[in-house]
């Protein structure tokens, strides 16, 4: 048994040595091992049959099939435009844009257990340790305990937390913490708001009528890595609604193939900017393109 | 599916809303192929009895026995785990509810004493349906706290003990064998405790679901799956790959952040929701 693509490449290879150009019909099975491992890592339909039929283009008329590693020089076809549509061509718009004018105003959407708040703390621990005043924002009103659980992340980090368990509006909430940040002249305020799904419109709108109160300078959409197909669905109305500006992928620090890296960053086009590798605070690092390339292939 | 004959194409649209429902693509294949032969064998004619014969496979892949395991153990302890945020601590506020509407006594344990807030985040919930909560402090052994709620529910004379823990990735072996003691500690008061270990799985995971059902199986021996947040547009279509493969029940599900948000998995219409996907939830 052939596990890895890899090994199923080389043994698709093997049988087709000798002939001199990548064609539509010889190339057929090498696709379609391609096309079952991205399906296999929760690459969305869709966005598997768009990848493999501009792979295919590539890789038309390529002389590769001469070399004695023609399933390398097809592999690295594969990931060279896997590891391009992920980002690969721009590694700066990875990075967050610090206002001009502070405080920058970060934003954290998504749906329910994602993973927003710990990405509060990994952030505001990430801007502390570049000497920034951080303050994070309990906006969550609604999950039990949200409050409490970011507290406990700020005291732990000794970062300031905004909260008002008595307001139940998150938009005024937002907009106070937003005038309190500049009376105490913070660098960085983070807004952790509740986990909604995107087909909850008055949850929809709030998120939108926080967004219009305090014009943030990112909305960062927190996606867990181990969503699967519907990733498509999610991301793309969160980024119709709010015009999201990256994406952060969290738990990847397990088994998950991510797939729906590919599938949030073909659906939006914004950048995936920060991946967690971890619940705790420091397990955090800058999204690699090629890494996640490799991964999504299983090599 | 509105078609008047069985083509290529058709079976390719299923290919689609099988793998898009996030039923994999082997199990997809394995299916859809058992039809092809059907179909060329003329024992399936049209679209309609295609769709039927669909409809029948995978209900029967999925309608096997789902009650609670019985006993007259006193307490009945279950022990609630899965990977971080599927939704175990909301699922059991959940079940609680659902076990004191059924006359039953019920005391929660706050087993996951690592995540911040998580104990006040259980707490709230004990309040709300009305039950005890058996903690200690953040940071403390989480087989003792659950321990200490079995001999206190013995004592008491409490009919249900629902354990919460962290959530906790399938890979790290560590937080595996914290659990594997878990049921240890509990097994020296009770034997046959717990008598259910529920694996909470997110309907909208993808294929990584498989890996955590298989390893949460064997590691600890989980005796169904709670499918939650099923209220969104995602199918939770891996559960049959995972029923089909490894004979685990689903034995509820979640579609809600409320405690009445949950109920007893029923095959039948799981699998009308997830032919239901077709026309609502097309992305272009
Ligand atoms: N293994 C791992 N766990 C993570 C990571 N990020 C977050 N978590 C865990 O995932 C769970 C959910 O995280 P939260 O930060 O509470 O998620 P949330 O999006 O704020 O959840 P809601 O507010 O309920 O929508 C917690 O158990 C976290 O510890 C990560 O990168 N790796
Ligand atoms: N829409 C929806 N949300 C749910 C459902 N079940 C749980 N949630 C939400 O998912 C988030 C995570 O739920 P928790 O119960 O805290 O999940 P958990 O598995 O205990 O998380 P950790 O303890 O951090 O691993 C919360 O925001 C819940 O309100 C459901 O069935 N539907
Ligand atoms: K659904
Ligand atoms: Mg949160
Ligand atoms: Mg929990």
Redesign the pocket.
């Known amino acids: 048994m052939f596990n890895t693509l890899n090994e199923k490449l080389q043994s698709v290879f093997k049988k087709m040595r000798g002939e001199a150009r990548i064609t539509e019909d010889n190339i057929k099975e090498a696709i379609r091992q391609v096309k079952m491992a991205m399906l296999e890592a929760d690459v969305n339909y869709k966005v598997v049959k768009k990848f493999i039929s501009g792979v295919q283009e590539k890789a038309l008329g390529e002389e590769v099939l001469k070399s004695l590693s023609a399933d390398q020089v097809f592999i690295k076809i594969v990931n060279d435009e896997l590891t391009s549509i992920l980002g690969g061509e721009d590694p700066s718009a990875s990075k967050i844009t610090l206002s001009s004018t502070p405080p920058t105003i970060i934003m954290l959407v998504g749906l329910q257990g994602s993973g927003k708040t710990t990405t509060a703390g990994k952030l505001a621990k990430h801007f502390q340790k570049n000497d920034k005043r951080v303050l994070m924002v309990a906006d969550d009103i609604y999950r039990p305990a949200a409050i409490d659980q970011l507290e406990v992340l700020g005291k732990q980090l000794g970062v300031d937390v905004y909260s008002d368990k008595d307001n139940k509006n998150a938009v005024d909430i937002a907009q106070k913490s937003y005038e309190y940040a500049k009376k105490s002249a913070k660098d960085i305020v983070i807004i952790d708001t509740a986990g909604r799904l995107h087909v909850n419109n008055e949850l929809m709108d709030e998120l939108f009528n926080i967004k219009k109160a305090v014009s943030p300078d990112e909305i960062l959409f927190v996606a867990d890595a181990m969503t699967g197909q519907d990733a498509v669905n999610v991301a793309t109305k969160f980024n119709n609604d709010l015009d999201i500006s990256g994406v952060i992928l969290t738990k990847l620090d397990g088994d998950a193939r991510g797939g729906a890296a590919l599938s949030i960053r073909e659906v939006t086009g914004k950048p995936l900017k920060y991946v967690g590798v971890g619940e705790k605070l420091d397990a955090f690092e800058p999204f690699y393109p090629d890494r996640m390339a490799s991964r999504i292939l299983g090599m | 599916l509105g078609k008047k004959e069985i083509d290529e194409e058709l079976l390719d649209e299923l290919e689609e809303l099988f793998v898009t429902s996030d039923i994999g693509v082997s199990t997809t294949m394995k299916i859809i192929d058992d039809l092809r032969n059907d179909v060329s064998r003329k024992i399936l004619k049209n679209p309609q009895q295609l769709k039927n014969a669909l409809k029948q496979k995978l209900t029967e892949i999925l309608d096997i026995d789902n009650e609670l395991v019985k006993t007259d153990d006193k307490p009945y302890v279950i022990l609630v785990t899965g990977v971080n945020g599927a939704g175990k601590t909301t699922s059991i506020a959940k079940l609680a509810k659902m076990f004191k509407e059924n006359g039953m006594s019920v005391m929660l344990a706050a087993g996951d004493t690592f995540r911040a807030a998580a104990i006040e985040q259980l707490e709230i919930w004990g309040e709300r349906a009305g039950v005890p909560v058996v903690k200690q402090k953040a940071g403390s052994d989480s087989a003792a706290v659950v321990y200490d709620a079995v001999l206190s529910a013995k004592s008491k004379k409490i009919d249900v003990v629902i354990a919460d823990t962290a959530g906790r990735l399938h890979t790290k072996d560590n937080l595996m064998n914290e659990l594997k003691k878990i049921s240890r500690v509990v097994k020296k008061e009770m034997p046959d405790a717990p008598h259910e270990v529920l694996l909470v799985l997110d309907?909208t995971s993808g294929q990584n679901a498989v890996a955590q059902a298989k390893t949460f199986g064997t590691e600890i021996g989980v005796t169904g799956v709670i499918l939650t947040?099923?209220?969104?547009?995602?199918?939770?279509g891996v559960i049959v790959g995972i029923v089909d493969e490894m004979q685990l029940p689903v034995k509820f599900i979640g579609?809600g952040e409320s405690m009445d948000d949950l109920k007893p998995f029923d095959a039948g219409e799981f699998v009308e929701?997830l032919f239901e996907?077709a026309d609502e939830t097309d992305y272009s």
């Open positions: 309907a947040k099923l209220d969104g547009t995602a199918k939770g579609f929701a996907s």
